[in-house]
């Protein structure tokens, strides 16, 4: 009996054994099958939204690809033009080469868009306003000639102008004065220009736009804050509060609230979730989520085979509207129901 259960014993330990190599076998083998995908991500600047809207990509595209190894090389521009652009060089002269390009906000999208002929790697760009202007498409619906494709996160100006009036219903006898507060940051030139274009239309809002050069330290640059309230200071117009484009200065919460101490008025518009949160009136914006999901879902067409001059860039086409209902309250301005339903549990007080 006492040999049999040696030998018992010793089977045992040697089928254990033989399981082990086995499985380590296994995991060697599936090691070299498992496809490696290597994507580099360039994030303009540091931003609540910009880095939302990477996270919620990376989260995506592991989904979409479970089976597969992806390595993440994650980098920032920091707001700099310049940098943005050795970042993609950087990649460009690299060994190993990214399989893919994402790019997050548009400067860093401008800097890969211009380094086109420089790279083999396809671009697929998320969180940028106005790819017409930056040159990379000449309309929404049509594919790009360079190696990119993406997606806008923006509504056309008419669209918000009417989400607006809605709110103020101002006298159009009267127009109620508006102060546009933007820098020269590249999405938004375009997107004054055709707020101001369209408010001609309406004939109910007058906007007045007051423009202050872009630099990578604007939202901390103090002077920019002392800028801005001297040229409302100076504007000799009554305004009832002022529109914020996109771009840096619309999520800056100190800048809201000098202006909100010394005049007395909201920030009527904003298309960030954080500052309505804090006392913004409205925005119509895509959630952070879904632009990074959008931005998986092409990223996996084109890891899967196709080209990215084939996928035509277009707007994102699911929006959430957020109020801030106090803010309504304190100066009058009455949301209509609908909106607060569309608003759901994006209302705020």
Same mark, same amino acid.
Not at 91 to 105: E, F, G, K, M
Not at 164 to 192: F, G, H, M, W
Not at 309 to 314: Q, W
């Given at each position: 009996?006492?040999?049999? *259960? ?94 893919? @390009? ?40 049509? $594919?790009?000639?360079?190696?990119? $494709? ?25 127009? *109620? ?27 109910? @809002? ?48 100190? @800048? ?37 999901? *959008? ?7 084109? @890891? ?5 001059? *084939? ?39």
């Amino acid at each position: 009996m006492i040999a049999l *259960s040696k030998a018992s014993a010793f089977t045992c330990l040697l089928l254990v054994l033989l399981q082990c190599i086995s499985i380590k076998l296994y995991a060697i083998e599936e090691q070299r099958t498992q496809k490696v995908r290597r994507i580099a991500i360039i994030e303009t600047m540091t931003l609540t939204h910009i880095q939302n809207s990477t996270n919620a990509y990376i989260e995506a595209i592991q989904l979409l690809f479970p089976d597969d190894k992806i390595q993440f090389q994650r980098m920032n521009a920091e707001g700099n033009y310049t940098r943005a652009l050795a970042l993609v060089d950087a990649l460009a002269t690299a060994n190993i080469q990214p399989d893919l @390009l994402i790019t997050v906000a548009t400067l860093a999208t401008k800097a890969a868009f211009k380094k086109q002929n420089d790279i083999t790697f396809p671009t697929v760009f998320m969180s940028v306003a106005d790819p017409i202007s930056e040159g990379i498409i000449e309309s929404f619906g049509k $594919t790009s000639k360079a190696n990119i $494709t993406g997606n806008s996160h923006v509504i056309s100006s008419d669209k918000k102008l009417e989400f607006l009036t809605r709110i103020i219903k101002p006298d159009s006898s009267r127009p *109620s004065n508006v102060a546009i507060i933007s820098t020269d940051y590249p999405s938004t030139i375009r997107e004054v220009a055709e707020l101001i274009e369209n408010s001609h239309t309406l004939n109910a @809002l007058a906007f007045f736009h007051l423009e202050f050069p872009y630099s990578p330290s604007v939202l901390k640059n103090m002077s920019t804050q002392t800028e801005v309230l001297k040229h409302l200071t100076n504007l000799n117009k009554p305004i009832i509060g002022y529109w914020s484009p996109n771009g840096p200065l619309g999520p800056d919460d100190t @800048l809201r609230e000098n202006i909100y101490n010394k005049f007395n008025i909201p920030q009527l518009y904003v298309e960030d979730i954080e500052a309505i949160k804090n006392g913004a009136l409205i925005g119509i914006f895509p959630e952070t989520s879904h632009i990074g999901q *959008s931005a998986a879902k092409l990223s996996a067409r084109i @890891l899967n085979g196709e080209a990215a001059n *084939s996928i035509p860039v277009d707007r994102l086409k699911n929006f959430t509207v957020a109020v801030n209902v106090s803010t309504a309250v304190e100066f009058n301005l009455p949301i209509p129901s609908d909106l607060l339903q569309m608003a759901q549990e994006h209302v705020y007080h």
